[in-house]
């Protein structure tokens, strides 16, 4: 059965589901068994989209939440719910995934619009996307392990052939779960409205939340991230633009709450708050962009989009747990009541991890051995790997750059990658044997040539980390510079002399934490 088709006979069921929701399920208190989508139902503003990794938005849904694919046999799994309306069963992905890598191929729609997401295709910016690692995201909810979304850029996610969806100048709300951890300052960590060509089609076209440190119009107060409204050709504080709200300096916490409203005409209003704990504020309510043709009334089209912009700008970086769209502009009470819905997960985690060790989520320095260079750091310079002597008097950029966070392998989570502190979203990678600090892309080489396995090191002091591709090199320092070297071959920096010194690193503390 085709998607249209599966859509169009599931329509009827949207207006059933509508009216029972209306009629048979809790209101906006918080009721065991109530999920977002059951609030906003009961407020008349049904969801039209409702995508999570880490829990149901009903509070009677049993379905899927996400499809795996795994590297080994490219062979496809869903993972669903523990229970109807419960949290992800996470083990199950993990016990599909063992031995092997899986990413995320598809997020469902838990609506009955079956408004699926996958990987987005090539747009007027940017190449085809590829889904994000299904396990570079653990955290918990509700006391269960669940995976987040990790977007690096050239990840992301767009349907462009919805069923309810609101276009041209029709009112619809959305709300997000993001982290105010992990953004960055390119185009654009968004979720909602967008073309439905991959294209840039004008102002208003798109309405969609934007998270991360993006600032389009000045002025944006302190240092966000801030929650924006990408309009198109715009990220948006306010009717003029920027900023109309001096208080709001950003949202540092670890799960953020994110909410848009637009009423297609003349207003729209944005809110944030930490979603861990207490209410929502509102950065943002009033007046369409007016000063610039487009926006008011809106003209949107009705894909939805996930990690990129509506062109598919792909440089953005960020984090997803959960989100839904509305048709028609929700309340303040279904969103305040949405919060407490959020808030009563219990988002949390990972638990901390001691800095200077090699557990995931530990950030590191690696300090050379090898007697020439026992004050050099492994650090990222002109995006190559190098070491450098790095002291406490060194700059902050040479410390934030001989600094870097332990992940699961990204090719063998027995093994570990290392994410750039001050990039991230990089990671140490080689090719053609020299290491370099590049963007994690998601492929297949890249998450491979970013695997090293650790082991006892091999001058008898501290950790060596053999290649996960190829085993019999290991990270070496020659010449100051980052390579996979083995001990003796073609290459100069495959010298046995001082290659078990040189491959042997000490793991320590962070120069920035
Ligand atoms: O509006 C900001 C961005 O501008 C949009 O997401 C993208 O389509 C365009 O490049």
Not at 160 to 180: F, H, I, K, L, R
Not at 296 to 319: H, R, V, Y
Request: hydrophobic share 35%; charged share 10%; aromatic share 10%.
């Amino acid at each position: 059965m085709t998607g249209s088709l599966r859509k169009a006979m599931l329509a009827g069921a949207v207006l059933a589901l509508t009216a029972g929701a209306l009629i048979g399920l809790p209101g906006a208190s918080q009721a065991a068994g109530t999920g977002p989508c059951d609030v906003y139902g009961a407020a008349g503003t049904p969801c039209v989209a409702a995508h999570s990794t880490t829990r149901a938005l009903y509070g009677a849904y049993n379905g899927p939440l996400y499809q795996v694919r795994r590297a080994s046999d490219g062979a496809t799994t869903n993972i669903g719910v523990l229970a109807a309306g419960g949290f992800a069963n996470a083990a199950a992905q993990d016990s599909f995934c063992y031995g092997t890598t899986c990413v995320m191929s598809v997020i469902y729609d838990q609506s009955p619009r079956h408004n699926d997401l996958t990987p987005a295709p090539p747009g007027g910016v940017g190449g085809q996307d590829n889904p994000v690692p299904a396990d570079a995201l653990p955290v918990t909810a509700g006391g269960h392990t669940v995976y987040g979304a990790s977007f690096s850029p050239i990840m992301g996610y767009r349907d462009n052939s919805t069923s309810g969806v609101a276009t041209g100048s029709q009112p619809e709300g959305m709300y997000m779960v993001t982290s105010g951890t992990h953004y960055n300052n390119r185009c654009c960590f968004d979720y909602g409205n967008a073309e439905t060509n991959n294209l840039d089609n004008g102002n208003g076209r798109m309405d969609a939340l934007y998270f991360g440190t993006l600032c389009w119009f000045s002025p944006c107060n302190g240092s966000g991230p801030w929650v924006m409204a990408d309009l198109e050709n715009g990220l948006f504080q306010s009717a003029a633009g920027g900023s109309t709200n001096a208080s709001y300096t950003g949202d540092r916490n670890a799960f953020v709450t994110a909410t848009l409203k637009n009423n297609g005409t003349n207003f729209f209003a944005l809110k944030s708050g930490n979603a861990q704990s207490g209410g929502l504020a509102t950065r943002y309510a009033g007046a369409l962009p007016t000063s610039r043709p487009g926006y008011s009334p809106m003209q949107k089209e009705g894909a939805i989009i996930l990690g990129i912009g509506g062109d598919n700008s792909n440089t953005a970086i960020g984090s997803f747990f959960e989100g839904v769209m509305t048709s028609g502009l929700p309340s303040d009470a279904a969103e305040n009541a949405v919060q407490a819905n959020v808030v009563a997960v219990g988002y949390g985690g990972p638990s901390p991890v001691a800095a200077g060790t090699l557990n995931p989520g530990s950030t590191i320095s690696l300090r050379a051995t090898t007697a020439c260079c026992t004050t050099r750091y492994v650090r990222h310079q002109n995006d190559g790997a190098v070491t450098s002597v790095v002291s406490s008097s060194s700059s902050a950029l040479d410390k934030a750059d001989a600094s870097w966070i332990v992940r699961r392998g990204l090719a063998n989570p027995s093994c570990v990658s290392f994410e750039s502190r001050n990039y991230p979203g990089d990671f140490l990678r080689h090719f053609n044997y020299q290491v370099y600090r590049q963007p994690m892309d998601g492929s297949a080489i890249f998450r491979a040539d970013a695997t090293f396995c650790p082991q006892a090191g091999r001058s008898g002091t501290g950790t060596s980390f053999a290649s996960y591709n190829f085993p019999t090199r290991f990270l070496r320092h020659y010449d100051n510079t980052l390579y996979i070297a083995s001990n003796g071959g073609p290459n100069a920096f495959d010298s046995t002399a001082s290659w078990a010194a040189d491959v042997s690193w000490v793991v320590g503390s962070p120069w920035t934490p």
